[in-house]
Structure formats: C-alpha cells, structure tokens
C-alpha cells in the first residue's frame, strides 16, 4: 500500500522553530511537496524537493531524503498566521498526481 | 505563480439534484487537472485525474457515473455531481498541473464547499 505519516498535531509559540516530519512509503516517487492549509481554505503550495538536500523559502525550508524516505518542514520564527494544517504529498507518477499525508495542526501560541 | 479558479465557492442544493463544478487555470495552460474531495478534519482524497481531450482517470471507489468529468479545453475542467445525495456533501477542490523545466508543481482552486439536503 501507500502510506504516508506525519504527526497530527505539533504546538508551538511565537518566535519559535517548528519541525513538520514527513516518512512515506509509495510505490512511485517523483518529490515531495508541502501545502499550507487554513481553516476553510483550499491548500497552498509551499515547497517542494525532487532531490536530496534542503530547500530554502524565506521563514520555510523543506528537506528531503530519499534513501530514508523521510523529508521534513522547518518553520522559522513562527507568526501566529502560521496556524494552519500541513501536509505533505508525493509526487508518485508521471501523470503528476499526489499522494497526501493526513496533515498535521499546527496552533502557534502567543 | 499561477491562479487557478473555482466556480461556485459554495452550493446547497436538494438531494437528487445535479451540480456542477468549475474549475479554471487562469494564467497557464492545463493539460491535466484533478479533482479532490475533503470531509471535515481529513486529508484530501483524489477522485479522478482529468485529461484535455481524453477520459479522467478515476481512483478505486469513486463512481464515474456519479462524478462526470469534462476536461473541454487547455484551461477548463468540470465536475458534475449527479443526483447528488446528503452523503456527497463535502469540499471538492480542483487543482492544475503546472509543468516545469525541473518539475511540475500543483496549484489548487479554492475550494467548491457543497451542502446536500
């Protein structure tokens, strides 16, 4: 089958680091993507790693690798906008579809 | 970035009642799209990879009767719910392929939130 698993909830405060981790097992595997997602909202693309290594985005960074199967998101000096649900998904054919995680809440405190 | 949208934001309607759902790319072309369904604090679930002048291809219990796919230009897919039933009530959000030198990147509607009676 195809799984992927990331913690369901992760609390933080304002100003602090937070690290979303990713393990996947998929039959197929092109990259991995991060979307944001807030309450009510649709999902928004945030990174994505189709090599080994760190990406850098600003406050965001994603990590991936493949030999592990594990990737991570690394959010820095938290704002409060940053509560939202998070989720990763791999990239598992040529067609481009995505596999989804079952996301993780993160609730950034003051 | 890319824009892609989604028409309606949201819908009520009776059940046995048929719906349908836009969803447009509306600075870059499209020849795939896909079409999700999330019920309330659950991840998404894709239902059907829509292809420009082809059939969708559609996921292992999602009825290709129920949930029609058109996929009539380079930057329009629809999704008609058919006879829809309280059970269909959920967030159904469209996404569009982007493809890239380097890879190919999702951009997702914002979301159709339909109410089944």
């Known amino acids: 089958g195809q799984s992927l698993e990331q913690p369901s909830e992760v609390t933080a405060v304002e100003g602090a680091i937070v690290q979303i981790n990713c393990t996947y097992q998929t039959s197929g595997f092109y990259g991995l993507s991060w979307y944001q997602q807030h309450d009510g909202g649709a999902p928004t693309f945030l990174s994505y790693?189709?090599?080994?290594g760190l990406e850098e985005t600003g406050r965001f960074s994603s990590f991936l690798s493949r030999s592990d199967s594990y990737g991570y998101l690394l959010l820095q000096e938290l704002q409060m906008k940053d509560s939202a649900s998070y989720f990763c998904a791999v990239d598992g054919g040529s067609q481009g579809n995505l596999i989804f995680g079952k996301g993780t809440k993160l609730s950034v405190k003051p | 970035g890319a824009v892609v949208s989604q028409h309606p934001s949201r819908v009520i309607c009776k059940s046995g009642t048929s719906v349908k759902i836009e969803c447009r790319s509306l600075?870059?072309?499209?020849?795939?799209m896909f079409w999700y369904r999330q019920f309330p604090k659950q991840s998404l679930m894709l239902m059907a990879t829509?292809?420009?002048?082809?059939?969708?291809?559609?996921e292992q219990g999602v009825e290709k009767d129920k949930f029609l796919i058109n996929h009539a230009s380079l930057t329009l897919s629809t999704l008609t719910v058919t006879s829809a039933h309280p059970e269909d009530s959920s967030f159904y959000i469209c996404?569009?392929?982007?493809?890239?030198?380097?890879?190919?990147?999702?951009?997702f509607g914002p979301g159709t939130r339909l109410t089944v009676l």
């Open positions: 829509s292809n420009e002048g082809s059939k969708a291809t559609y």
């Open positions: 600075d870059f072309q499209a020849t795939t």
């Open positions: 790693n189709g090599l080994d």
């Open positions: 996404s569009a392929l982007k493809r890239g030198g380097l890879s190919d990147t999702q951009y």
